[in-house]
Antibody, heavy 121, light 109 residues
Framework: QITLRETGPTLVRPTQTLTLTCAFSGFAVSTTGVGVAWIRQPPGKALEWLALIYWNDDKRFNPSLKSRLTLTKDTSKNQVVLIMTNVDPVDTATYYC?????????????WGQGTLVTVSS | QSALIQPASVSGSPGQSITLSCTGTSSDIGYNYVSWYQQHPGKAPKLIIYDVNKRPSGLSNRFSGSKSGNTASLTISGLQAEDEADYYCSSYTTSSTYVFGTGTRVTVL
């Protein structure tokens, strides 16, 4: 059974850096084809895809956020870390990580429960 | 990249069929990697359709997907109270990124 769990601060000040961790079990991010994505959802609004890291360390980012995002993976800890710099109140959202299974399987299943991050002074 | 366009809300009575649309471009929907997610309030999204029209194992066959040109559709047949939720389409793009739709709130009357 695959599970993912997001952890991070609940409150971040504007201009600060946000660091979120996705801890997972049931799969290895070193397995060929596997990916872990980050998706966010502002309160009452739609989902927004942020980034994805592949088993081979290839990374893809939402073009509108690319300059502010960093993605890393730790295969020994079964974790993926998302770093977002220079946060703003508009970055207030529930942040989800999700699993992508294999080559050509361009969907996300399952998702973590999400973690709510508020950006406020 | 722009969000895929979905109607804000769709409603139907129990037992009816409803269809949700998702409009994009040849660079996303036209690429044939469309998926759909169901999200109940306060919960994480759940995959219900992938590759335009495939259902995950164990998912009700009341959910079906299709596509015509740059518009994908999700049909829910035999509408039930538990189907009341938000639904999001998503697509892999020719730029090797992903994009989600604006979301549709389904109400069971």
């Amino acid at each position: 059974q695959i599970t993912l769990r997001e952890t991070g601060p609940t409150l971040v000040r504007p201009t600060q850096t946000l660091t979120l961790t996705c801890a997972f079990s049931g799969f290895a991010v070193s397995t060929t084809g596997v990916g872990v994505a980050w998706i966010r959802q502002p309160p009452g609004k739609a989902l927004e895809w942020l980034a994805l890291i592949y088993w081979n360390d290839d990374k893809r980012f939402n073009p509108s956020l690319k300059s502010r995002l960093t993605l890393t993976k730790d295969t020994s800890k079964n974790q993926v870390v998302l770093i977002m710099t220079n946060v703003d109140p508009v970055d207030t959202a529930t942040y989800y990580c999700a699993h992508r299974l294999d080559w050509g399987q361009n969907w996300f299943d399952p998702w973590g429960q999400g973690t709510l991050v508020t950006v406020s002074s | 990249q722009s969000a895929l366009i979905q109607p804000a809300s769709v409603s139907g009575s129990p037992g009816q069929s409803i269809t949700l649309s998702c409009t994009g471009t040849s660079s996303d929907i036209g690429y044939n990697y469309v998926s759909w997610y169901q999200q109940h309030p306060g919960k994480a999204p759940k995959l219900i359709i992938y590759d335009v029209n495939k259902r995950p194992s164990g998912l009700s066959n009341r959910f079906s997907g299709s596509k015509s040109g740059n518009t994908a559709s999700l049909t829910i047949s035999g509408l039930q109270a538990e189907d009341e939720a938000d639904y999001y389409c998503s697509s892999y793009t020719t730029s090797s990124t992903y994009v989600f739709g604006t979301g549709t709130r389904v109400t069971v009357l």
